[in-house]
């Protein structure tokens, strides 16, 4: 099973860019995706995982070694563990450019870690592209089974956690994930905190899912300080484990909500962080209304192309909308994102909030197979054609 659309655009990225960087958290199936490009581009390539010493070592001295394989598609796994060829990499971009060769010579694959996009984008500016890699979506798990998305939002994107034979399995698999994260991965991109510390964090980021951000109450039930919750948050946030959804202040003229939204962006690791271990404790759980919320808006933000700005907007009134995503100053769409089959009408706080942004298309995202019109202007979709339409549409 492979990443559909991410293949799409990277693919169409290596077309125009010398580099293309694949971000993502580890075991999400970069390193699968990166073979399937190289195969359907139908091209030599050559393969360095970091981690492995033998691979390392081979780039003792870069230049030297990726001198000779110029005609190749070179992917390197783990580029965080050599900072310092981003220098090299450019050098032998512009050598090749002046040869009038501009198609893609470098996949990098690698967590998003603060330092790599920095680093990155300093020494290879207007030389790569950079690409987000999101667990499995909903369009891309429909094809497996009549029950494809409620297994999707029970066990998570990440293909060894849906793909697992049991519900215990898949839970297992995400237990030891959070675990090896917080231990291994998280101290090998730089911050050096205690595990125990940040599972604790993260896991209130899980009980808070969906809801505004509460800084206070974070650091208060932590025992730290306003400025390290920022500090954690930043982290969560920079390894693509966590999404903050900022509000939509366009409206100056109302009382509006200034504080973020946090998600963890996986279902399945939000189930895991809260001991949820199967579809039936999810449909009985306090959290389930927010964590489908959450499941919505990242299978749609995952279609979008980067020129969408995401936003959720709340009025001291009132009036709100669970996503608006604003495709140009004069096209914005409003999403309710609604659990309910036999219900799925949003509340007038919705239409109101339509009216503050000045919304040209208003849409309800339930749990259903139809579309169908619940008033004249406001449609219901189900998440799975939604993702269709966008991907059509860009």
């Given at each position: ?22 971000l ?89 870690s ?39 939002w ?23 994930f959070?675990?090896t ?12 905190i ?60 109302k ?17 895991a962080?809260?001991g949820i ?45 669970d ?54 202007d ?17």
């Open positions: 099973m492979i990443h559909r659309i991410a293949q799409t655009r990277v693919a169409e990225l290596l077309k125009t860019f010398p580099a293309v960087a694949l993502g958290p580890r075991q999400v199936g970069k390193t699968t995706l990166a073979h399937s490009i190289a195969e359907a581009q139908n091209r030599s390539a050559i393969y360095l995982d970091l981690e492995l010493p033998s691979d390392l070592a081979k780039l003792t001295e870069p230049e030297l070694y990726l001198q000779r394989h110029t005609d190749k598609l070179v992917i390197i796994d783990e580029i965080h563990r050599l900072p310092g060829i981003f220098q090299t990499l450019r050098a032998l971009i512009d050598r090749r450019r002046r040869t009038g060769s501009k198609a893609g010579h470098f996949l990098l694959l690698g967590s998003a603060m330092d790599l996009l920095q680093q990155s984008a300093e020494t290879l500016a207007g030389r790569i592209a950079y690409i987000e890699l999101s667990p499995l979506m909903a369009n891309e798990v429909a094809s497996t089974g009549p029950h494809a998305e409620a297994m999707l029970s066990r998570g994107g990440f293909p060894e956690s849906f793909l697992a034979t049991t519900d215990a399995e898949s839970f297992q698999w995400r237990s030891q959070i675990q994260y917080l231990e291994r991965d998280v101290p090998a991109l730089g911050p050096r205690p595990a125990h510390t940040l599972h604790r964090f993260w896991q209130m980021l899980a009980h808070s899912q969906g809801q505004l951000l509460n800084a206070a109450q974070l650091a208060q039930a932590n025992g730290i300080s306003g400025q390290t919750v920022a500090r954690y948050l930043d982290i969560m946030v920079d390894l693509l484990l966590v999404r903050r959804l900022n509000p939509y202040l366009a409206n100056a003229k009382r509006l909500t200034r504080s973020p939204k946090v998600y963890v962006r996986d279902s399945g690791l939000v189930h962080l809260l271990r199967n579809g039936e404790e999810l449909l009985g759980h306090p959290v389930s209304g927010w964590s489908w919320e959450g499941f919505v808006i990242q299978n749609v933000l995952a279609v979008l192309p980067p020129s969408v700005q995401a936003y959720f907007y709340r009025s001291s009134a009132g009036a709100e909308i996503l608006v995503l604003e495709h140009s100053a004069k096209d914005i769409w409003a999403i309710e994102v609604k659990r309910s089959l036999n219900n799925p009408a949003p509340a007038r706080g919705f239409h109101t909030a339509c009216q503050d942004i000045g919304a040209t298309r208003k849409i309800v995202i339930y749990p259903g197979t139809e579309m169908f019109m619940l008033a004249h406001t449609q219901a979709i189900p998440l799975g054609k939604f993702m269709q339409e966008e991907r059509i549409r860009f």
